[in-house]
């Protein structure tokens, strides 16, 4: 399937066409986000970043076709770690972008060799993020063979490398996100974030951390005696929201355990497509923290939505 479709944090929906690497935004009232100022071109391009060396270390789910990744003020982060340091890293790239997070491409390249073939085969890189201290033979190769390239050097021993501890005043918008990028104590910060019936923080928080099922329970019973309790504001009126949040921490649940049983009564009490869509963007977050690629059960899971989805479309 070449079109995907992805809700962000903040509602906006992205239509993902992967074989063309580009995209269409909508926001929350289903209007069209146009890629630029003047407001004439519909159709955004997928950036493509090649991280080039071995001091770099990506996690599996950055790299591929594409990622969703956050947008702060104006500025793509660009997720990775480097050798021998435990903490993560960001790149920052300008970007027009209006949405809060839009689908990146990165790749990871080591080899001149291989950044030869890659560029050969007709990839064209936004960027390239090469390390300072690479071989200066290595440097001029990969400048001959991409002479248009815009390339990056970073110093990746540096001491101000842009990382979660330096990163917390970038956007006062983007307050709880930051907060979960600064404490690795995801029970916690859902505590914290149900105190203070900030739920979108809580849905940051699945997307934000590989959560285990251990950590995942302990969120679903805190969130469970908070509504039994209606420990939250106007409980007649947020009910049905702290509701729906648990539900889409008990889908997170059962996918984590493969459950398909369970997963498949959650998918049959759909009835929106917000609902649908926060379940697609679940489902590809636990997929992305295994190397397992020929998962059974998330493929069977992913079928039953899409069944779901062309069941809601043709109400």
Same mark, same amino acid.
């Given at each position: 399937m070449n079109i995907m479709e992805e809700k962000t944090p903040k509602g906006y929906i992205l239509k993902i066409n992967k074989l063309k690497m580009n995209f269409l935004v909508f926001d929350r009232l289903g209007s069209t986000v146009y890629a630029d100022s003047e407001q004439i071109e519909s159709i955004h391009k997928i950036p493509h970043i090649v991280f080039y060396g071995s001091g770099f270390i990506l996690k599996r789910r950055i790299v591929g076709e594409y990622n969703l990744l956050k947008v702060s003020r104006g500025k793509i982060l660009i997720p990775y770690y480097v050798k021998n340091n435990k903490d993560l890293h960001y790149h920052l790239l300008p970007t027009n972008e209006q949405s809060d997070m839009i689908p990146v491409k990165v790749i990871k390249i080591e080899k001149p060799l291989e950044f030869i073939r890659y560029i050969e085969s007709g990839n064209?890189?936004?960027?390239?993020?090469? /390390?300072?201290? $690479?071989?200066?033979? &290595?440097?001029?190769? !990969?400048?001959?063979?991409?002479?248009?390239?815009?390339? $990056?050097? $970073?110093?990746? @021993? =540096?001491? &101000?490398?842009?990382? =979660? @501890?330096?990163?917390?005043?970038?956007?006062?918008?983007? *307050?709880?996100?930051?907060?979960?990028?600064?404490?690795?104590?995801?029970?916690?910060?859902?505590?914290?974030?149900?105190?203070?019936?900030?739920?979108?923080?809580?849905?940051?928080?699945? !997307?934000?951390?590989?959560?285990?099922?251990?950590?995942?329970?302990?969120?679903?019973?805190?969130?469970?005696?908070?509504?039994?309790?209606?420990?939250?504001?106007?409980?007649?009126?947020?009910? @049905?929201?702290? !509701?729906?949040? =648990?539900?889409?921490?008990?889908?997170?649940?059962?996918?984590?355990? *493969? &459950?398909? /049983?369970?997963?498949?009564?959650? $998918?049959? @009490?759909?009835?929106?497509?917000?609902?649908?869509?926060s379940f697609l963007t679940l489902l590809a977050k636990v997929s992305s923290m295994t190397d397992d690629e020929s998962n059974l059960d998330m493929v069977d899971i992913q079928n039953m939505l899409y069944e779901k989805k062309e069941a809601l479309a043709g109400v």
């Open positions: 064209k890189p936004d960027y390239v993020i090469i /390390e300072e201290n $690479i071989d200066e033979t &290595d440097q001029a190769v !990969l400048y001959d063979r991409y002479a248009q390239g815009n390339f $990056i050097r $970073i110093d990746i @021993e =540096r001491a &101000d490398l842009v990382s =979660r @501890e330096n990163y917390e005043n970038v956007d006062e918008d983007y *307050h709880s996100v930051n907060l979960n990028m600064m404490s690795g104590n995801p029970v916690f910060l859902s505590i914290i974030h149900i105190q203070n019936f900030n739920l979108s923080g809580v849905r940051q928080l699945l !997307l934000d951390f590989d959560l285990d099922e251990e950590q995942i329970s302990y969120m679903i019973a805190y969130m469970t005696i908070q509504i039994n309790n209606s420990s939250f504001p106007s409980p007649e009126k947020n009910m @049905e929201k702290m !509701l729906q949040l =648990r539900k889409e921490m008990n889908f997170y649940q059962f996918l984590l355990i *493969h &459950d398909k /049983e369970n997963c498949s009564e959650l $998918i049959d @009490e759909i009835t929106d497509s917000t609902t649908l869509n």
